[in-house]
């Protein structure tokens, strides 16, 4: 089953602007990852927060965690027509050995 | 090579054959994961190694569905009696593992099955 749900499933901008793709899951987690995906390649992945962890950043990126309201958000900002691709993010729940996916949020940046 | 390596990246087989695909991972990475992408979907969990062992396989869908690490390196996925239902992409991923359910997985470019 898939315990991530991104919002929204799709998101089409024009470059230079921002993106927020949110992600939202039902149990407690010991950490969050966002994974990139081009069509038709292997996931990439992009930059994990901790349970215990309410932002983080990297480059062009921004991760959010709100633990209470078991949900995320990650910001590309200014955008470039090359992070055209599926964004996914995946948890780790507790008690559990492996990473849970959800269905992604497919990324459109027009130049 | 430096990535998870996939093989075959391509197959196309009858309905009812077998079929296995194989997965060699980054040196020193000793959990290994396969996953399951149907179109439009996210990776769904299938079975994960901790060395030689299947520590859990709780996502097989059923026991047409089999894989082995004999080594503790490569990982072959079987699929026995291939149905219409079983195509999609099959995802082999691979991590350090420094303790349960924390580091990041490194993907290779997956195996796409297509069963006709």
């Known amino acids: 089953s898939q315990q991530g749900e991104e919002d929204p499933q799709a998101l089409s901008i024009q470059e230079g602007e921002n993106a927020t793709m949110n992600c939202s899951y039902k149990t407690s987690i010991n950490n969050l990852q966002w994974y990139r995906q081009n069509s038709g390649r292997g996931l990439v992945h992009l930059i994990l927060i901790r349970s215990n962890e309410r932002e983080k950043h990297s480059g062009r990126l921004r991760v959010t965690l709100d633990t209470s309201k078991k949900s995320s958000s990650l910001l590309i900002t200014a955008s470039r027509a090359a992070d055209t691709a599926s964004y996914f993010c995946?948890?780790?729940?507790?008690?559990?050995?492996?990473?849970?996916f959800g269905k992604g949020t497919m990324l459109l940046v027009s130049p | 090579g430096a990535g998870v390596s996939q093989t075959p990246s391509n197959k196309v087989t009858e309905k009812g054959k077998y079929v296995e695909l194989r997965c060699d991972p980054i040196s020193g990475h000793t959990a290994l994961y396969w996953y399951r992408q149907s179109l439009g979907q996210g990776p769904e969990f299938l079975i994960y190694?901790?060395?030689?062992?299947?520590?859990?396989d709780s996502g097989l869908p059923n026991d047409r569905f089999f894989a082995v690490r004999p080594e503790g390196s490569v990982s072959t996925l079987k699929i026995q009696r291939t149905e219409r239902g079983d195509s999609a992409v099959y995802l082999c991923?691979?991590?350090?593992?420094?303790?349960?359910?924390?580091?990041?997985?490194?993907f290779g470019e997956g195996s796409r099955l297509t069963v006709l």
């Open positions: 995946a948890t780790y729940h507790s008690g559990y050995s492996t990473l849970t």
């Open positions: 190694f901790q060395g030689t062992g299947a520590a859990d």
């Open positions: 991923a691979s991590s350090l593992n420094r303790g349960r359910g924390t580091g990041e997985l490194f």
